[in-house]
Every structure is written in C-alpha cells, then in structure tokens.
C-alpha cells in the first residue's frame, strides 16, 4: 500500500500519438495547433490519476491538467511556432504524486504564408502550356487546385516549401474570353484567354465596263470590316451593286462591317447614251 508520503511508481512512456497542425495559410486566420498524449496505465492500486504539465522550457512546467484515470488527453491552443515541453504524474487519493514522466517536446508548425510568381498569366485561344513558381518555407505544405476543367494542373500538384507547378490551358473554341483561377497555397493565380477569332471570304468581281477594288477574294477576321471602290471605265457608268446576289444600288462605294459569315460583291456598268450633233 502507498503511504501518504510515498510517490507512485510511473513506468510511463510519455508519447505522441496524433497531432494536428492547423493549415496555416497568408491571409487565413491562424489556428492553433494541438497534440494528443498518451502513456502507459500505472497498475498501483490506490491510483486515483494522472496530470499533465506543460510549459515553454524543459523541466520547467507553467500549467497542468488532471485527466483523473485517462491515459490520454489533447493539448490544444499550442501558438504557432513555439516549443513545448509535456510530462505526467500518477497521483493517489491522498493527493501524493509521482516524479514526473520522460519529457516529450513538441514544436507547433509556423505560420505559413505563400506568394505566386508570376500571378496571372495571358493565353491565346489556341491555349498552351505554362508554370507557376511557389515561394514558401521548408515546412509548408500546398496544393494545386484548379476552378476550371479547360485549366489543368499537368506537374506539381502538392508539395511543401518552394516549389513550381505545370499547367496546361486547352484550344478556346468560343467567340468569348475567358477566366479562370488556379488556388495555390490559398493564393490566386489567374488565366485570362482569348476567344476565338476565325476569318471569313469575301469575293469581289466586276462585269465589263468597270473595276472594282479590291478584286478576287479577300479573307477578314470574324467581326472584321472591308470596304470597295467602284469605278467605271470611260464612257461606261455603275448600273448596279450586288451583295450577297442582292442589288443595294449604284455606289460608288460599299463597305462590309462586322463580318460573321463569308458574303460576296459584284459590280455591273452600263455605257452611257451616245449623242449625235448635226
């Protein structure tokens, strides 16, 4: 039987057996770390419980928790960056405690922040490949997380510390740009591509008595414009102007504007009345 002035016997083992170190992210709210401690049961009959001491120097203990008979408890609230010392007691019901257990020793991660270089990046509608570089301490973690299925993340989709991630960005087939983000270490990193601009033809031809310029087929950009000069030829005058098969008149200029399909321009003369003087 233990006296009231006799300590326990403590062959405990002191041990981590799960820690969580909160993500701790530039511009996100840090949160504290925690531990879980676990030791071995102590077999004296008149155990009443365990304490755990902790504190910021070794052997030098600034709080404690009474868990009574569990063999494990979490230590939370642990600031980012520090370094903490842990040991347990045995105690019996007359309040007498044992030496204290090995000492575990435990730093909570720092803080971590992240920055992207560069931090957008521009494509054509044709897409490509590219690569972000991640700047980061040694011991913080990332991931590559991409908001859009055209923006794919083809190398270095998690790492820890610095780091650099590979991207691919698929052919834009619509008429609009787009955007999309790439979250890296909680950081943005933007893809702006263009849309798609195809061409069309214009053919442009004349009858006799006249020209019109330019002549033969011309490509223009999607949205494009294109304009015509129509001349006649001594003693002839513009009888009419077709686009697209349909007469619009007789100018002497036509202009395309904002062209989405291929259209076509045909000029027709006529000669002039002839007077006779006697």
């Known amino acids: 039987m233990i006296g009231k002035n006799s300590y326990l016997p403590l062959p405990v083992r002191l041990i981590i057996?799960?820690?969580?170190?909160?993500?701790?992210?530039?511009?996100v709210p840090a949160k504290a770390a925690e531990i879980t401690l676990a030791w071995d049961s102590n077999t004296e009959p008149n155990l009443s419980g365990y304490k755990?001491?902790?504190?910021?120097?070794?052997?030098?203990?600034?709080?404690?928790?009474?868990?009574?008979?569990?063999t494990s408890c979490v230590m939370s609230g642990l600031e980012?960056?520090?370094?903490?010392?842990?040991?347990?007691?045995?105690?019996?019901a007359t309040g007498?405690?044992?030496?204290?257990?090995?000492?575990?020793v435990y730093s909570a991660p720092a803080s971590c922040s992240f920055s992207l270089s560069p931090a957008s990046q521009t494509y054509s509608s044709s897409g490509g490949a590219g690569s972000v570089s991640v700047s980061a301490g040694?011991?913080?973690?990332?991931?590559?997380?991409?908001?859009?299925?055209?923006?794919?993340?083809?190398?270095?989709?998690?790492?820890?510390?610095?780091?650099?991630?590979?991207?691919?960005?698929?052919?834009?087939?619509?008429?609009s740009s787009r955007t999309a983000t790439l979250t890296i270490g909680g950081q943005?990193?933007?893809?702006?591509?263009?849309?798609y601009v195809g061409s069309f033809t214009i053919s442009a031809s004349a009858g006799s008595g006249g020209s019109i310029s330019p002549s033969g087929t011309s490509s223009v950009s999607s949205g494009g414009s294109k304009t015509y000069t129509i001349k006649p030829k001594y003693g002839y005058s513009i009888s009419s102007v077709q686009v697209d098969g349909v007469g619009i008149g007789a100018g002497s200029?036509?202009?395309?504007?904002?062209?989405?399909?291929?259209?076509?321009?045909?000029?027709?003369?006529k000669k002039k009345s002839s007077w006779v003087w006697w």
């Open 138 to 175: 040694s011991t913080c973690s990332w991931t590559a997380v991409s908001g859009a299925s055209w923006l794919t993340v083809t190398a270095g989709s998690s790492g820890a510390g610095p780091g650099t991630v590979s991207i691919a960005v698929a052919a834009n087939t619509g008429s």
């Open 96 to 104: 007498s405690e044992s030496d204290y257990s090995s000492e575990v």
């Open 52 to 70: 755990v001491y902790s504190g910021t120097a070794s052997r030098s203990y600034s709080g404690s928790v009474d868990v009574g008979n569990w």
């Open 17 to 27: 057996i799960s820690l969580f170190a909160a993500l701790l992210i530039s511009g």
């Open 188 to 195: 943005a990193f933007t893809v702006t591509q263009s849309g």
């Open 80 to 92: 980012p960056g520090r370094t903490y010392y842990f040991a347990a007691k045995a105690y019996n």
């Open 253 to 269: 200029t036509y202009a395309f504007n904002g062209v989405n399909a291929n259209r076509t321009i045909r000029a027709l003369f």
